[in-house]
């Protein structure tokens, strides 16, 4: 059965830093990936998705995402954080109809 | 822009009984989705829905719940006897056909439920 694992529960990065969200998957095949953040008591908003071609996708709020079939990797990037980032960030693989989220990454900004 | 809708927002209810949490998918998508959230949990998969029957289900969807599409517009998700690990916000999401389903959920706002 396909997952998604992000091994870092929490992140603290500065203002103006850049950052970087890990996203494993484990599936046989190529799964369509997407990364969602959700801001503290609100709804899933989709970031970005890669579905095939350019393995470098562009989201909104200056996000990019780089699909690495060699490490079964998709993280989340952003060359430079703002305090509004701060929020929860789901990794997240669908198949055939079945969507499965990570556990989840908390991303707090520092002054 | 299209958007599916979720209605209560919230709602606080007694342990034991019955909730009703209604969801509008945007019109032309044919499936249909509940996901849980336990608060500061991750997001969980329920129930898929397709073709007016239940196409996959997860382990946390037991007999305590059911899901409808009653009049061809809202598709509903039934809590029979409410416990308190039952406390979740719920989110609907619903997608395009096969033909054209490219793994793009999109999901409502949310449904939280306490249960007291």
């Known amino acids: 059965a396909q997952s998604v694992t992000q091994p870092d529960i929490h992140i603290t990065v500065s203002e103006g830093a850049s950052l970087e969200l890990r996203c494993n998957y484990s599936?046989?095949?190529?799964?369509?990936l997407f990364w969602y953040v959700q801001s503290p008591g609100q709804g899933l908003q989709l970031l970005l998705k890669?579905?095939?071609?350019?393995?470098l996708v562009q989201g909104i709020k200056g996000f990019e995402a780089e699909f690495k079939r060699s490490q079964s990797s998709f993280n989340l990037r952003k060359p430079s954080v703002h305090w509004s980032d701060a929020a929860e960030y789901f990794c997240?693989?669908?198949?055939?109809?079945?969507?499965?989220f990570g556990a989840g990454t908390r991303l707090t900004v520092k002054p | 822009e299209p958007e599916v809708t979720q209605t209560p927002s919230h709602q606080v209810t007694q342990m034991g009984q019955e909730v009703i949490l209604r969801c509008v998918p945007i019109?032309?998508?044919?499936?249909f989705y509940w996901y849980r959230q336990i608060l500061g949990q991750k997001v969980e998969f329920l129930v898929s829905?397709?073709?007016?029957?239940?196409?996959?289900k997860s382990e946390i969807f037991d007999d305590q719940f059911s899901v409808e599409r009653p009049d061809g517009s809202n598709f509903t998700l039934k809590i029979r006897s409410t416990k308190l690990e039952d406390s979740a916000m719920y989110f609907c999401?619903?997608?395009?056909?096969?033909?054209?389903?490219?793994?793009?959920?999109?999901f409502g706002e949310g449904s939280r439920l306490t249960v007291l």
């Open positions: 829905f397709y073709n007016n029957e239940i196409s996959e």
């Open positions: 997240a693989v669908y198949n055939n109809n079945d969507m499965r």
């Open positions: 599936y046989g095949a190529t799964p369509y």
């Open positions: 999401a619903s997608s395009l056909p096969d033909s054209a389903n490219t793994g793009e959920l999109f």
């Open positions: 019109s032309n998508h044919l499936y």
């Open positions: 890669y579905f095939s071609g350019d393995t």
